[in-house]
């Protein structure tokens, strides 16, 4: 072959410069780091599940003695190996709930009169457990409980 006939390409052309190949390599790696992100935050952990177990399978099971719940307040417990919480919004009503946050999965925390989660903050109501401050896009899972004797048991 000729050299004269094969063409060479002009110098800088398909080059490129310095600062283009970093702005790529950057966007390339925000889109990974943000997809990783959308997807940790993208859904709830089913908490209702871990609920409706509690409730199917362990009817009957004493949670906590009524006198450690405070009037106000929460107590954190453990039903058939998943983390509860207690609440007693007053002297004669308690409420059950799955303490695992409906964001991300971390364990919710008795606070001051409300349920907290320490990861993002998300803050649940003592009766109900609805979000009262997100992210948690939902309301923790309830559980069936009474009072029966000196005790909060599953329903």
């Known amino acids: 072959m000729n050299e004269?006939?094969?063409?060479?390409p002009s110098p800088g052309a398909g080059c490129r410069s310095r600062r283009q190949?970093?702005?790529?390599?950057?966007?390339?790696?925000?889109?990974?780091?943000?997809?990783g992100v959308l997807v940790a935050c993208a859904e709830g952990t089913g908490s209702d599940r871990s609920a409706?177990?509690?409730?199917?399978?362990?009817?009957?099971?004493?949670?906590v003695a009524l006198d450690d719940v405070p009037v106000g307040g929460a107590v954190s417990a453990e039903v058939a190996g998943v983390p509860v919480l207690v609440t007693r919004p007053t002297e004669d009503e308690v409420h059950?709930?799955?303490?695992?946050?409906?964001?991300?999965?971390?364990?919710?925390?008795?606070?001051?009169?409300?349920?907290?989660c320490p990861c993002h903050r998300?803050?649940?109501?003592?009766?109900?457990?609805?979000?009262?401050?997100?992210?948690?896009?939902e309301?923790?899972?309830?559980i069936a409980v009474e009072i029966s004797g000196a005790d909060v048991v599953v329903s």
Not at 26 to 34: E, I, Q
Not at 52 to 63: K, N, P
């Open 21 to 35: 190949v970093l702005r790529g390599a950057g966007l390339v790696a925000g889109a990974v780091a943000g997809g």
């Open 4 to 8: 004269s006939t094969v063409s060479q």
């Open 139 to 142: 309301p923790l899972g309830e």
């Open 52 to 63: 409706d177990e509690v409730s199917a399978s362990a009817a009957g099971q004493a949670v």
């Open 122 to 137: 998300s803050v649940f109501s003592l009766t109900d457990a609805a979000v009262q401050a997100g992210p948690a896009p």
């Open 96 to 116: 059950a709930f799955s303490a695992v946050c409906t964001h991300q999965g971390c364990t919710v925390t008795p606070g001051d009169g409300v349920l907290e």
